[in-house]
């Protein structure tokens, strides 16, 4: 099974701040990456697929990069919605595997 | 849009059963994969297993291979998950997904095991 390690497992930031969340699988998994959002008592939100492309809707100061083990999402300039817990998938291989979340907080 | 609606969650005693649902509406169901994905209280995301959209191929994480089977009815456009031996480490948030790469989430349904 590909082991998905996801740091940190949680910061702690301000408002316009520019964050960073990487994801390194244990063996190459090419492009096949995404990047979840989940607020407290919600279901998970797609926000990046296939390492970079951005999901329909999802605001530009998400983006996400990397390719075979290393992979980042970056919000460029956080804002107050932003606070979250944020989860990467691979979708390259079964079983599927998540790393372990990072959860964002106000500083 | 796509919807994806769970249902049959509940309290259930270690060793017990369960049947959980999801209704899928908005796309054509029957051309898509579709999965379930679990999160016990305070825990992060983990897969389950994903089915096919027409050939029933089946996927299944380790930990559940044996206990879960996951079907599906194309024709009521259902998504299944029957859960046999339930402990406690079941007790989760079950979510349904479209697609093996989880474009969209159902709001999930609560299975709790305890006697």
């Known amino acids: 099974d590909i082991q998905m390690t996801q740091s940190p497992s949680s910061l702690s930031a301000s408002v316009g701040d520019r964050v960073t969340v990487t994801c390194r699988a244990s063996?190459?998994?090419?492009?096949?990456l995404a990047w979840y959002q989940q607020k407290p008592g919600k279901a998970p939100k797609r926000l990046i697929y296939?390492?970079?492309s951005l999901q329909s809707g999802v605001p530009s100061r998400f983006s996400g990069s990397g390719s075979g083990t290393e992979f980042t999402l970056t919000i460029s300039s956080l804002q107050p919605e932003d606070f979250a817990t944020y989860y990467c998938l691979q979708h390259n291989s079964f079983p599927r595997t998540f790393g372990q979340g990072t959860k964002v907080e106000i500083k | 849009q796509v919807q994806l609606v769970e249902s049959g969650g509940g309290l259930v005693k270690p060793g017990g059963s369960l049947r959980l649902s999801c209704a899928a509406s908005?796309?054509?169901?029957?051309?898509?994969?579709m999965s379930w994905i679990r999160q016990a209280p305070g825990k992060g995301l983990e897969w389950v297993s994903c089915i096919s959209g027409r050939d029933s191929t089946i996927y299944y994480a380790d930990s559940v291979k044996g206990r879960f089977t996951i079907s599906r009815d194309n024709a009521k456009n259902s998504l299944y998950l029957q859960i046999n031996s339930l402990s406690a480490d079941d007790t989760a948030v079950y979510y349904c997904g479209r697609s093996c790469t989880v474009d969209s989430w159902g709001q999930g349904t609560l299975v709790t095991v305890s006697s």
């Open positions: 908005g796309f054509t169901f029957s051309d898509h994969y």
């Open positions: 296939a390492a970079s």
């Open positions: 063996q190459g998994i090419r492009s096949d």
